[in-house]
């Protein structure tokens, strides 16, 4: 069983840059497909970005590519969500989750077809 911790959420200004981590237990995440998710409140939960087993090419949608960069370390069985430029709308709990099917599918910004969730990090940006 995979178990996934997220970490890094804080209260930061708008304008500076934030890292949340993803620590995975239990297993290896390597041939794991990777994403990160957010949900401000009274939301839905929000694709943010992916990344594949073989980190090749991450996947973001159109108001994530730019500002946001995911990463992953294979040996620290971690992954990595970089945020540049934080605005006040960025507020909101991020989430891990992993996929076993590895890949990216046309679901794969779904986050129903996620196996694995961590407990989310809260970020906070004020004006």
């Known amino acids: 069983q995979v178990q996934l911790v997220e970490s890094g959420g804080r209260l930061v200004p708008a304008g500076e840059s934030l890292t949340l981590s993803c620590a995975a237990s239990?297993?290896?995440?390597?041939?794991?497909?990777m994403a990160w998710f957010r949900q401000a409140p009274g939301g839905d939960r929000d694709f943010i970005a992916a990344i594949s087993p073989s980190s090749d090419r991450p996947v973001y949608t159109d108001a994530s590519e730019g500002r946001f960069t995911i990463s992953r370390d294979r040996a620290k069985n971690t992954v990595y969500l970089q945020i540049n430029n934080l605005k006040p709308e960025d507020t909101a709990v991020y989430f891990c989750?992993?996929?076993?099917?590895?890949?990216?599918?046309?679901?794969?910004?779904?986050?129903?077809?996620?196996?694995?969730w961590g407990q989310g990090t809260q970020v906070t940006v004020s004006s």
């Open positions: 239990g297993r290896t995440v390597i041939t794991y497909t």
């Open positions: 989750a992993a996929d076993n099917r590895g890949g990216f599918y046309s679901d794969s910004r779904r986050p129903g077809v996620y196996n694995h």
